[in-house]
């Protein structure tokens, strides 16, 4: 017999690989679904300049016990409604496909909690959504028309807006495991309070409240939407934005510098003359061949500026410091970020923080706590970059003994994050990331052994303090009987000594 043969669509793929996006079991499943609103919610905020009011609800049915429920909802600039059937509704279809610096960036995570839903439940997933500017609200039902990969539109309504409100509410059902999941779920949602601290995020759940309100009013600068880098061209790339340009007259050289990042007339003419090419040459007269001369010599042109790092929206030192001490509470916190740096053309920032102490727990090893674009990474730690840093340093010179209650915090942001997944948990070790990180946990260890070492002299002086103490009743007296004197006036002057010597020796612990 003859094969059959046919094409796959971009839901069905998902469909049946649903692991690889991170659904691979109810408990994983709600995990990520979970992930993927709180996200999309955060993004829609923080991104445009709104501080974040996300509201994010779990409920079980009682009469079936493995059906979740999950509202999210959030004060975000809101979806037009024209374009809510596609963003729900359409793998590979969304606003971020953009040099810029944000948690989503494959058009994908919602769209997977969707087919799981409806998958396992056969429940669409409703939506209410209103953008700052309209005046009517879209409320949708919906599903995935998986072999066609488009939105099947169940029920939909427009209304007139009578609130100024903007924002979007999610709500679907899924199978997931509740009792399996309710701790990831929990300390996923702690761990965005951390690296959101200027969030307000309220949890509610069947096993109560939680509440992490803002613990700061500032936002970090949002990311600018960028150019490419020329170093992370390709041909394809290439060719797309001369397409794009739809501009018969362009020169290489005008070709440069309106579509790259940091070229100038200058760097653009010394690059070319470099490559071999003319200058004036039209884009449009490029064949396959000078396009691949040309995206070569890009990569490995040894002149570029390092990509900038407007595109990026790191915490900084001061707010990653904050959100540490308020989710952590340890006895000391210290927080360092790493000027712009770059991998292949896309530029990266590390930031790191370091916790001791307080109600962090002692444990055999450093407390590892990861965060990509603001996102907590929750799974895989085995295999990512800063784990690989981690185990390979010597704890012991930085006065850690363990059992020691240690946590360092990491945080890589970028327009392009090396993840070794589509499930986004795990960061790969790009040697130029690795650099940087290693940097950067050194750093705040080097702090925390500073703090380490004068807690050490502080102790030291006070056990001086005490066996002095223990003994000046006796010498006193001693002194006392033979000097002929009032045992009192020997020990106040004795305390008087003794006061200044411990000031001499005075150590300040700042936390
Ligand atoms: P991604 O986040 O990777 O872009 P998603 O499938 O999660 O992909 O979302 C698709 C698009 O839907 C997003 O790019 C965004 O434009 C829009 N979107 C999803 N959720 C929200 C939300 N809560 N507020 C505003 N826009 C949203
Ligand atoms: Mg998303």
């Known amino acids: 017999m003859s094969e059959k043969y046919r094409g796959l669509s971009p839901a069905e793929f998902f469909h049946r690989n649903k692991e690889i996006a991170g659904f691979s079991n109810p408990s994983r499943a709600l995990y990520q679904t979970v992930r993927e609103l709180v996200e999309n919610s955060l993004d829609a905020t923080e991104t445009h300049g709104i501080l974040p009011y996300i509201d994010v609800e779990v409920r079980l049915h009682e009469d079936r016990p493995e059906w979740v429920t999950l509202r999210v909802a959030d004060n975000g600039i809101g979806i037009p409604a024209h374009e809510i059937p596609n963003v729900f509704g359409r793998v590979f279809y969304g606003s971020k496909y953009v040099v810029r610096q944000t948690r989503g960036v494959f058009g994908l995570g919602v769209k997977m909690a969707v087919l799981y839903a409806q998958m396992t439940t056969g429940k669409p997933i409703y939506v209410k959504s209103s953008t700052r500017d309209s005046d009517v609200v879209g409320e949708y039902l919906l599903y995935i028309d998986i072999s066609r990969n488009i939105p099947h539109v169940q029920k939909m309504r427009i209304k007139k807006k009578n609130k100024n409100w903007h924002g979007t509410i999610v709500r679907l059902t899924l199978e997931g495991a509740w009792l399996q999941s309710k701790k990831r779920i929990e300390d996923y949602i702690r761990r965005t309070a951390l690296i959101s601290p200027y969030a307000t995020i309220r949890y509610r759940s069947p096993d109560g409240e939680?509440?992490?309100?803002?613990?700061?009013?500032?936002?970090?600068?949002?990311?600018?939407?960028?150019?490419?880098?020329?170093?992370?061209?390709?041909?394809?790339?290439?060719?797309?934005?001369?397409?794009?340009?739809?501009n018969n007259d362009m020169t290489l050289a005008g070709f440069l510098e309106k579509y790259f990042e940091g070229v100038g007339e200058k760097i653009a003419q010394e690059f070319l003359t470099w490559a071999g090419f003319q200058p004036d040459t039209k884009v449009k007269e490029l064949k396959l061949a000078d396009l691949e001369k040309l995206a070569t010599a890009m990569k490995n042109f040894p002149k570029w500026r390092r990509p900038r790092p407007l595109t990026l929206s790191p915490l900084g030192s001061e707010l990653l410091k904050k959100g540490?001490?308020?989710?952590?509470?340890?006895?000391?916190?210290?927080?360092?970020?790493?000027?712009?740096?770059?991998?292949?053309?896309?530029?990266?920032?590390?930031?790191?923080?370091?916790?001791?102490?307080?109600?962090?727990?002692?444990?055999?090893?450093?407390?590892l706590l990861r965060f990509a674009n603001k996102m907590p990474l929750l799974y895989d730690e085995g295999v990512d970059v800063s784990r690989k840093i981690v185990d390979s340093i010597d704890w012991s010179i930085y006065k850690i003994k363990f059992p020691a209650p240690v946590a360092v915090v990491t945080h890589v942001c970028s327009t392009k994050i090396p993840f070794k997944g589509v499930g986004k948990e795990a960061i790969a070790d790009v040697p130029e990331l690795e650099h940087e990180l290693e940097i950067a946990i050194r750093d705040v260890a080097r702090r925390l052994r500073i703090y380490l070492s004068k807690l050490e002299k502080m102790y030291e002086v006070k056990r001086k303090e005490v066996t002095i103490r223990k003994y000046m009743g006796e010498v006193s007296s001693s002194l006392a009987y033979v000097l002929n004197m009032?045992?009192?006036?020997?020990?106040?002057?004795l305390e008087e000594l003794l006061k200044k010597e411990l000031e001499k020796k005075e150590v300040t612990v700042n936390a």
């Open 486 to 493: 009032d045992p009192n006036s020997i020990s106040s002057l």
């Open 210 to 246: 939680l509440l992490f309100e803002r613990v700061s009013k500032e936002l970090p600068e949002p990311p600018q939407i960028g150019k490419y880098h020329p170093k992370g061209v390709d041909i394809e790339i290439l060719k797309d934005l001369i397409r794009r340009s739809n």
């Open 324 to 367: 540490v001490k308020s989710i952590l509470k340890p006895e000391f916190a210290t927080a360092v970020i790493r000027p712009p740096s770059s991998y292949g053309g896309h530029a990266f920032i590390v930031e790191a923080a370091i916790a001791y102490g307080g109600e962090i727990p002692p444990q055999d090893n450093v407390l």
